[in-house]
């Protein structure tokens, strides 16, 4: 009889120390913290639904650790606040990150005209050609068929997350992103002016617009949420409102040369300017310096430029650059159903239509470039001196993202 008693007492203290583990560890790992200082904004008014019926009591195991989805789900609802909701007590801590501070929640604007059919039909179309791309044997790349669980933390950094608003947004270097990394900045409140959020798009300086301190990714979720992080990047691509700007994969290319070495850049000239001139233009010892070279009137043709993409052995050194890197190795179209596919050739219509889509045209305006962007019927002319051979390489090394987003193969291009 003692002996059975005893175990049960060691059986009781074994459970007890359990859940004190249990606890700990919950607290060291930020599950009990989530989202306190990214509250999601509140959408329009839903009346509550009734309360669960109450469930009888039984000894297992709390729901709050047999269920991640129940316990992540909460803070993932509309918040009930106000616009103007009561600033808590002030801790004591005069030294809080931006971040940890308080910012009052805006309302999502209500619109009561429906938005366009030719726009919602166009955005239609272009998610499905998506689906249908991705279903597609006959369009294949590498990475293609991998679960979202495979894709690498390192190749998840393109990935914007706003939780005011419920927003990702992954950024495609030379497609207007700057300026939407500037409303992204805007909507999130992460920039903080005389104690205010920056409302102001176009006064943000440049070198914070691309500053990664200045945006919450994807990648940077494993330090903030540890075991959790992958659960919680799929729960907020379930919830959130998924977008993307793309445009034509060629004059995206044309664009990154222009702006990356026809002018002077330090930093891409000493990266990639210099071992272009090296193989491809008959400059053993290039000058030292972007301003040295650019002096002599010394700089990578467009034709090394393409000459660099297809050498094998760039990507043996490094992976492409993002200004270059194709658009389904930076946001992962077929792992990521997009809600939202904008081209920059419609940029005006697809941005109105987006914040629209969003409720976030009251807050934000996307600010209209005074910048020409690279026109597409240029195209030709910059093609003009680049050998046959060369072009069809090029077609074949970024031609998932002309099928995936819509782009006619450029015939005139790769047909003499």
Not at 24 to 43: C, F, K, N, Q, R
Not at 107 to 134: F, N
Not at 387 to 392: A, Q, S
Request: proline share 9%.
């Amino acid at each position: 009889m003692g002996t059975s008693r005893m175990f049960r007492i060691f059986v009781v203290l074994g459970s007890v120390f359990m859940i004190l583990l249990i606890i700990i560890y919950w607290d060291d790992v930020g599950a009990s913290h989530l989202y306190l200082h990214t509250p999601v904004s509140p959408g329009p008014r839903i009346p509550p639904p009734p309360p669960p019926r109450q469930q009888p009591h039984t000894s297992r195991t709390p729901s709050f650790l047999s269920d991640i989805d129940a316990f992540v789900n909460q803070f993932l609802e509309p918040g009930t606040g106000e616009p103007t909701d009561p600033a808590p007590a002030d801790s004591g801590n005069q030294s809080e990150k931006a971040e940890e501070r308080y910012i009052p929640r805006r309302e999502w604007k209500i619109h009561l005209s429906p938005v366009a059919a030719e726009l919602r039909e166009r955005q239609e179309q272009r998610r499905r050609l998506l689906q249908e791309m991705c279903a597609n044997d006959s369009v294949v790349f590498p990475g293609k068929n991998r679960s979202f669980d495979d894709i690498p933390n390192k190749e998840l950094d393109h990935l914007i997350v706003d939780d005011r608003h419920g927003i990702i947004y992954c950024y495609v270097p030379k497609v207007a992103c700057s300026n939407w990394k500037r409303l992204m900045i805007v909507l999130s409140e992460s920039l903080l002016q005389d104690g205010v959020p920056q409302r102001d798009p176009l006064s943000i300086p440049k070198d914070l617009v691309h500053n990664s301190s200045m945006h919450f990714t994807f990648n940077k979720f494993w330090k903030r949420y540890g075991k959790f992080a992958k659960h919680l990047m799929k729960v907020k691509l379930k919830k959130y409102t998924k977008f993307i700007f793309v445009r034509d994969p060629f004059v995206r290319l044309i664009s990154a040369y222009r702006n990356k070495f026809e002018l002077p850049n330090a930093n891409f000239y000493l990266r990639f300017a210099q071992v272009m001139l090296r193989r491809y233009a008959n400059q053993p010892t290039p000058p030292a310096s972007a301003d040295e070279a650019f002096g002599m009137g010394i700089h990578p043709s467009f034709p090394n430029f393409l000459q660099y993409l297809l050498d094998p052995q760039t990507e043996k050194e490094m992976p492409f650059n993002e200004h270059w890197r194709q658009v389904y190795r930076l946001c992962h179209p077929c792992q990521i159903q997009y809600d939202f596919v904008g081209h920059l050739e419609t940029a005006e219509e697809d941005a109105e239509h987006l914040l629209r889509q969003l409720k976030v045209d009251n807050v934000v305006e996307f600010p209209t470039s005074r910048r020409n962007f690279t026109a597409s019927t240029l195209e030709a002319d910059w093609f003009n001196t680049v050998p046959l051979e060369t072009r069809k390489e090029l077609y074949k090394l970024y031609e998932p993202d002309f099928r995936l987003f819509g782009y006619d193969k450029p015939d005139s291009i790769l047909n003499e």
